[in-house]
């Protein structure tokens, strides 16, 4: 097929609704690499390569950053150089009560081969004795019942003695391990690996207990950790748990090194996204049999403006996916039945994952386009803008001044934004200022005849309607429908 024919395929057949989990190559694990990840991959592996002593190492990076893109496309590459790795996602786990059980299960799990079959073996009873134990606990906790209590004096155990026996257990555990991570660095030259990722997912409990058993059952030679954390909500369920502590110096005592990943292009990686996407077909498809169908728009022009929205927003990399996601879908017609003006549409999307509250309060009249606008332009672009950073939201501007006057709701007072801009044009005093943005307040005349041009022009006048709608049905069929459309953000 040739890349016409594929530009006018019909999307709906192409597009997927959502971008699956890619698996993970293990010839080419960085081949879908947008962020320079590698280079941070490539740096932790040199530095754990000849470690022999225990080492627990912490990716820090907040939700939605990559880090379990790069934990995973890791522990592949980890592979490939001749390591022993397990990969456990901590958060697949969190129904569990004490997630010893679930270190211990992906360990087990993994050295099935027959060379590694009798340690495990041997390490089994020490890590059953100690799963008990815990089971035990959260029993007592759940029916709050004392079985200890119970079995003290139906059995008379000596509390004392079972202590001893934990202990024991404990340290029986950790002489099996030894063996085990030792044979793993006779065979490889390289230390045992163990991924932890989704640790900020998980309940804080769980994700707690767990640093405390890495660290005090698994703190032995050969075996390295690598837990992907977000620090900051790590920092929030300590406090959750143990109250008012010094959470940054309580994560010191567990972390040997703690390596915080860089902060991405967010701007590359949505351009990206938008092509995995296949937005330019959408974008261009027509189809004269559909009642959908998008205006002209200058897609080289939308591809350059909206990635450096997200990034002007700071939107995480999971938000920037969720938006394109939804740009994607909306230019299906899978769940529209009008054309919405793409700037705008991308524009509402963008801000209604950094701000939902704003968002809602002006599609319902509650708040000024002003108001918003000034919220934009508190954001400064990425240092990455080349281009004139507000050129594009100068176009936004006009079209929210444009709309408000057709929200219902909307509290009109005197005049609007179109009048406060023929004012300023004739360099009369402005009688409600609040209708304009500040920036727009402190330039010249110029900006005035600038948005009120745009307003004027037949493409914003025309926006978001079918042939034969109204402009102020926009807000009846079309805000309602994209708020159905934002409802699936998570999908």
Not at 147 to 169: M, P
Not at 323 to 334: D, F, K, N, Y
Request: proline letters at 4%.
């Amino acid at each position: 097929m040739s890349d016409d024919d594929s530009a006018r395929v019909n999307p709906s057949e192409t597009v997927p609704l959502k971008l699956s989990e890619k698996e993970v190559s293990s010839e080419e694990p960085w081949r879908d690499d947008l962020l320079g990840r590698k280079e941070i991959a490539e740096r932790l592996t040199n530095l754990i390569r000849n470690q022999r002593a225990s080492l627990l190492v912490g990716i820090d990076g907040k939700w939605g950053t990559g880090k379990t893109f790069l934990l995973r496309r890791w522990q592949s590459d980890l592979e490939s150089e001749g390591f022993r790795s397990i990969y456990y996602n901590a958060w697949e786990d969190d129904f569990c009560d004490d997630p010893f059980l679930a270190i211990v299960g992906q360990l087990f799990e993994h050295f099935k081969e027959n060379r590694f079959k009798k340690l495990v073996r041997a390490a089994r009873p020490f890590a059953l004795a100690l799963v008990k134990e815990a089971a035990m606990a959260w029993t007592s906790r759940l029916f709050h019942f004392d079985f200890h209590r119970v079995l003290r004096e139906s059995n008379r155990t000596d509390i004392l003695q079972k202590y001893t026996d934990q202990r024991e257990a404990k340290e029986r555990l950790r002489e099996q391990l030894k063996k085990l991570s030792t044979v793993v660095e006779e065979e490889t030259e390289r230390p045992l690996v163990f991924i932890i990722d989704e640790l900020d997912r998980c309940r804080p409990t769980f994700a707690i207990e767990l640093l405390e058993r890495v660290k005090h059952i698994f703190d032995v030679p050969n075996i390295v950790f690598v837990l992907g954390v977000n620090r900051d909500e790590l920092c929030e369920s300590l406090k959750s748990v143990y109250g008012g502590i010094d959470a940054d110096v309580y994560l010191r005592k567990f972390f040997d090194l703690e390596f915080p990943l860089q902060r991405p292009d967010k701007a590359h990686f949505c351009r990206n996204l938008m092509r995995n996407y296949q937005l330019e077909n959408l974008l261009s498809w027509e189809d004269s049999t559909s009642v959908y169908k998008w205006p002209d728009v200058k897609y080289h022009v939308w591809t350059e403006e909206f990635p450096d929205l997200c990034a002007r927003f700071d939107l995480s990399l999971r938000d920037i996916e969720s938006c394109v996601r939804l740009m994607a879908l909306s230019a299906q017609g899978r769940l529209f039945s009008i054309v919405m003006y793409p700037f705008l549409l991308a524009f509402l999307i963008a801000l209604a994952h950094k701000d939902p509250l704003l968002y809602r309060q002006f599609l319902l009249g509650q708040r000024r386009a002003s108001e918003v606008m000034n919220f934009v332009f508190e954001h400064k672009p990425p240092p990455t803008y080349t281009r004139d950073p507000d050129g594009w939201l100068d176009v936004i501007e006009a079209i929210l001044y444009k709309l408000e006057g057709h929200i219902p709701g909307y509290a009109r007072g005197e005049g609007s934004a179109v009048d406060q801009l023929s004012l300023k044009l004739q360099g009369k005093a402005l009688t409600c200022p609040e209708l304009l943005s500040d920036k727009t307040k402190s330039e010249g005349k110029r900006r005035a005849e600038r948005l009120l041009g745009m307003m004027d022009s037949d493409e914003i006048s025309a926006l978001a309607v079918t042939p034969g709608m109204e402009f102020d049905t926009l807000h009846g069929s079309g805000i309602s429908t994209l708020d159905t459309l934002l409802g699936l953000i998570r999908l």
